[in-house]
């Protein structure tokens, strides 16, 4: 069984089309009717993850990565095609699946005003515990991302980026979930914070066999902790496989081919959001 399995999981937008004269908005408005254009965010994509593994997904923003998770975390649904956790429908099944899951987004939503150990204290009830018991295994989780002891009575507003996204990941994982779902989990935090988020993700993988799935558009990060490597564009999957193998197969004029290169021969983008010159 997989931790997780997509089958052609397919999610739609909509926006608003552009009018082109005036007459056309006089008709719009006499029939009750916008026109609308359908836009895939997902598109089809079909990939499996293992138990255990910590898999990558690498793309511009806007290119689907957090549509994806959001399907996968039961929190949109797909509009076709099929997603499984753990053997358990994302539809069908969305209780059960939210048991085995949680998520850490790149803005993770928080009662500012509140300490950090209130914060978690809330969630500790919200998820059916004791505070009390499980503040020893929170501190111990934030102590292993070096976060400062004498902070976690500071509200969340005085604390800075890197420190509000370690209480954020502390959150997630006091719930012991089996696969972790990160959103751009180490954006706008400083090199040192990034670095300690990376070697936790690693820890946790190593010591409790949790399995790992989480976006982002930070190259060398994705290459130093994943097993394997999807780059998604325009709401497709058009590579998925280890970095050192993605590179292998990239032809660079004698030169070493970075996971850059790799990028660019599939998009023709590079990953700041420009199209690459013809």
């Known amino acids: ?11 739609f937008f909509y926006e608003k089309t552009k009018k082109n004269n005036g007459a056309s908005k006089i008709l719009s408005k006499l029939s009750f009717k916008r026109e609308k254009r359908k836009i895939p965010a997902v598109d089809n994509v079909t990939f499996e993850v293992a138990k255990g593994e910590i898999f990558g997904i690498l793309g511009q923003n806007g290119s689907g990565k957090s549509t994806l998770i959001r399907m996968i975390s039961t929190l949109i649904l797909p509009d076709s095609g099929e997603l499984r956790v753990f053997g358990a429908n994302v539809v069908k099944e969305s209780m059960k699946v939210r048991r085995l899951i949680n998520r850490v987004s790149v803005d993770a939503a928080f009662f500012k005003r509140l300490s950090a150990w209130e914060n978690l204290s809330y969630a500790a009830r919200l998820y059916g515990f004791n505070p009390t018991k499980v503040k020893a295994q929170v501190i111990e989780i934030l102590n292993a991302m070096k976060f400062p002891k004498d902070r976690i009575d500071d509200s969340l507003e005085d604390l800075s980026r890197g ?13 012991s979930p089996v696969l972790l779902l990160l959103d751009e989990p180490t954006t706008g935090l400083d090199p040192v914070s990034k670095r300690q988020v990376q070697e936790f993700i690693l820890k946790i993988r190593e010591i409790h066999d949790t399995t790992v799935l989480m976006t982002s558009h930070d190259l060398d990060e994705v ?29 660079n004029n004698g030169r070493d081919t970075t996971l850059e290169d790799v990028f660019v021969h599939f998009t023709g983008k590079n990953l700041s959001g420009d199209a690459e010159a013809e």
Do not use: H, P, W, Y
């Open 1 to 11: 069984m997989f931790a997780i399995e997509s089958i052609a999981a397919t999610k």
């Open 163 to 175: 420190m509000q996204q370690k209480v954020a990941i502390a959150r997630a994982l006091f719930t």
């Open 223 to 251: 290459e130093r902790i994943c097993g394997r490597v999807a780059i998604i564009d325009n709401g497709k999957f058009v590579a998925c496989n280890s970095a050192s193998e993605l590179k292998k197969n990239i032809s």
